[in-house]
């Protein structure tokens, strides 16, 4: 009897590769697969999967969220895919819930593979993982919500622990953002308003609706039209504050 598997992740190579590495399992059937939290729910509502592979870090509604929507519907094994930071994933270790830590190999995802084979077939196992993921779930909202000291930043082939303080800008892009680093520019999925809940308010100030900027990065400030300045930071570049973010000012030292 095959396991019905489910592939939830926002990035679409990611679902690729990873129906690619299951794809000769001969006990994994894939029945489909949701490129976002909201459709996750609907197709373990719609198609009952058995097994399901669920990404983190995805806009609007995350894997947790999903957890918590589904309630008592959610999968008997969940591994979640994830770059989450050590915290998280001692707490999956605590509450034995099956983890992938992007990027992972065939060797990774088969012992994982292995751990899910035997939870599936011991129904004990299978009844208490509702429990563990609820445990899972409280403990990761009584965590706290403060700004860490670094970020993990995904790239196609490795994972980057990029110090906050280090971070120049950033840079709204449609649905992503820009981390201007030094010489360096990294690509994030992750809107601007999520990302300012990342960054300490005392080390980082939004002036435009696509613009934050590094306190201590800033050179200079020149007065333009209409109540708008012009941002100059040391390594030169230049960015606007904005009319509407004019109350900023009084952080940056403007009267």
């Known amino acids: 009897m095959k396991i019905r598997t489910l592939i939830v992740d926002d990035e679409a190579l990611a679902r690729e590769r990873l129906r690619g590495l299951l794809a000769n399992d001969p006990l994994i059937e894939i029945v489909g697969e949701a490129s976002n939290g ?57 509450h034995a819930v099956d983890y992938l830590l992007k990027p992972f190999d065939s060797e990774r995802l088969q012992e994982t593979l292995r751990r899910v084979t035997q939870r599936l077939q011991n129904r004990t196992a299978s009844a208490s ?93 020149q007065p333009l039209f209409h109540g708008e300045y012009s941002v100059i930071l040391k390594n030169g570049t230049r960015l606007t504050l904005t009319r509407t973010y004019r109350e900023c000012l009084a952080r940056l030292g403007v009267d």
């Not at 309630?71 to 994830?82: D, H, K, L, Y």
């Not at 082939?157 to 520019?185: F, S, T």
């Not at 809107?191 to 960054?199: D, G, H």
């Open 129 to 221: 993982a509702a429990p563990r993921l609820d445990a899972l779930l409280q403990e990761m909202k009584n965590r706290p919500t403060g700004p860490a000291d670094r970020l993990v930043v995904k790239t196609d082939k490795r994972m980057l622990l990029v110090p906050i303080e280090e971070i120049d800008w950033v840079e709204a892009a449609d649905n992503y953002v820009v981390l201007h680093v030094g010489k360096e520019n990294h690509l994030q999925r992750e809107t601007l308003s999520a990302m300012s809940t990342k960054l300490p308010e005392a080390m980082f100030v939004r002036i435009s609706r696509s613009t934050i900027v590094n306190v201590s990065r800033i050179k200079e400030l």
């Open 38 to 94: 909201r459709e996750a729910i609907g197709a373990v509502l719609q198609l009952s999967p058995e097994l399901l592979f669920l990404d983190i870090q995805m806009p609007e509604l995350d894997g947790f969220g999903v957890i918590a929507a589904l309630e008592g519907r959610v999968p008997p094994a969940v591994v979640f895919a994830t770059a989450y930071d050590q915290f998280a994933v001692k707490a999956f270790e605590v």
